[in-house]
């Protein structure tokens, strides 16, 4: 039985393993052994944490998730403005958070969205975070702009945002996140400029 208090330690480790196995040789051939043996851990800790690797995966996508909110968060907390543009530069500034571009990370999220196509449990993940997103940069562009143009907005800038990603996930070693970040930034500029004023439209 492991030691008390040791689960998160654990969790953690195994975490961390996942990522790196995945990074190295890709989620198919990241199998139980393999990443239990980076984690340094018997394979049926495993199986006692997660139910095995589906769980695994899921654990792994959850904990990276938490880190881009909190990388959201923590920018958004520390504004000393809190207009709409502030806030849409922080949500953006946050989905390319380093915590976010390694390529350990990068390459654990690809596997998750492909796996996501296939199991119900990820695609539920994926759908949340989706609409957490857009929900976020909608609710900012409607301090400024109509209705249906906050809507579009948001969800040109979402597109947006996972493109530039996914395109440095792709091809990290041209990846200039700086210029990505501007990217979408000059989107934000493009929406709100000449919308100065609140949105007075329902619905």
């Known amino acids: 039985m492991p030691k008390i208090g040791m689960e998160p330690i654990r969790r953690k480790q195994l975490i961390e393993a996942t990522m790196a196995s995945i990074n190295e040789?890709?989620?198919?051939?990241?199998t139980i052994i393999q990443i239990s043996r980076r984690a340094g851990v018997s394979a049926g800790i495993i199986s006692h944490y997660f139910g095995g690797k589906d769980g695994l995966l899921e654990a792994t996508m959850r904990h990276i998730l938490e880190d881009l909110g909190m990388s959201v968060a923590n920018?958004?907390?520390?504004?000393?403005?809190?207009?709409?543009?502030?806030?849409?530069?922080?949500?953006?500034?946050?989905?390319?958070?380093?915590?976010?571009?390694?390529a350990?990370?990068?390459?654990?999220?690809?596997?998750?969205?492909?796996?996501?196509?296939?199991?119900d449990d990820l695609h539920r993940l994926?759908?949340?975070?989706?609409?957490?997103?857009?929900?976020?940069?909608?609710f900012q562009f409607r301090k400024?702009?109509?209705?249906?143009?906050a809507r579009d907005a948001a969800r040109g800038l979402a597109a947006l945002i996972d493109g530039l990603w996914l395109r440095g996930a792709l091809m990290p070693q041209s990846f200039d996140i700086?210029?990505?970040?501007?990217?979408?930034?000059r989107y934000v500029d493009e929406q709100l400029d000449g919308h100065a004023g609140p949105s007075t439209s329902t619905g």
Not at 126 to 138: G, H, I, P, T
Request: proline content about 1%; glycine content about 2%.
């Open 25 to 30: 040789v890709g989620l198919a051939d990241s």
């Open 75 to 102: 920018r958004r907390s520390a504004l000393k403005k809190h207009d709409a543009r502030s806030h849409l530069y922080a949500i953006v500034e946050g989905n390319f958070d380093r915590s976010q571009v390694s």
């Open 104 to 119: 350990e990370v990068m390459k654990t999220w690809l596997a998750f969205w492909t796996s996501s196509m296939h199991r």
């Open 126 to 138: 994926q759908r949340v975070n989706d609409r957490r997103l857009y929900s976020n940069l909608c």
């Open 144 to 149: 400024q702009l109509p209705v249906e143009r």
């Open 178 to 185: 700086t210029r990505a970040v501007a990217l979408a930034r």
